[in-house]
């Protein structure tokens, strides 16, 4: 089954409101995790990621948020901007191997 | 299972040997990708295919050549590789027109010696 989740396929924000990007994995073995950006005919870019010892890691306006008793990783892009608009991917590994990409979460910010 | 299926999971050759990668999906899906995962590096696409036809070609060197003979199936053939050619290889699927919902295949760890 799919280790990665992100459960929702599409998010709308209002630009400067808050954008919030979720994302569950079940296997507890996972000790990295990342978020990837995409925009259309562009592979993904890496844009953060936090080790499973922290809970929070904080990179100008984003923000990834790790809540390791409930399997959950979050995205805070905060003001959202029309150039945020694009696939995120969450992702997670076990040390440097074997990592798993959830299916991306397509977000248009509105001007 | 992600429903995106590569095979083997784990290549170690020689920078002499041929060697191929495959990758299957049976989602319906009209797109197929293969990415290249270095460490500490961005995932780097290498190639698409929409409808079983090569439509990207990220400046890949030609000793990687993709096939496509379906639209479940995508095959990466590899020759005289070098060791920096190291790194993990992910497919991924898609419906091509939605732009997103990529479902990515487990990856291919390969280790040029």
């Known amino acids: 089954d799919q280790q990665v989740k992100q459960n929702s396929p599409s998010l709308s924000v209002q630009e400067g409101r808050i954008s919030i990007l979720n994302c569950d994995y079940t296997n507890s073995m996972f000790d990295y995790f990342l978020w990837y950006k995409k925009y259309p005919a562009e592979g993904p870019t890496f844009l953060i990621s936090?080790?499973?010892?922290?809970d929070k890691n904080e990179d100008g306006r984003f923000t990834v948020f790790l809540n390791k008793s409930a399997k959950h990783l979050s995205l805070h892009i905060v003001p959202s901007q029309p150039g945020d608009s694009a696939v995120y991917f969450c992702?997670?590994?076990?040390?440097?191997?074997?990592?798993?990409f959830g299916a991306g979460t397509r977000l248009t910010v509105k001007p | 299972e992600t429903g995106v299926t590569q095979t083997p999971r784990h290549l170690v050759m020689g920078m002499t040997n041929k060697k191929s990668l495959k990758c299957e999906q049976h989602l319906g899906h009209n797109a197929m990708y293969w990415y290249k995962q270095s460490a500490k590096k961005p995932l780097e696409l290498m190639f698409v295919y929409s409808l079983e036809e090569r439509v990207e070609n990220n400046s890949v060197p030609s000793r990687f050549s993709p096939e496509c003979p379906n639209s479940s199936h995508l095959f990466l053939h590899l020759h005289t590789l070098q060791p920096e050619d190291s790194a993990l290889y992910l497919c991924?699927?898609?419906?091509?027109?939605?732009?997103?919902?990529?479902?990515f295949g487990s990856g291919t760890r390969l280790t040029v010696v």
């Open positions: 992702a997670a590994s076990v040390g440097a191997n074997d990592m798993r």
């Open positions: 936090i080790s499973s010892i922290k």
């Open positions: 991924a699927s898609s419906f091509e027109e939605q732009g997103y919902g990529y479902t």
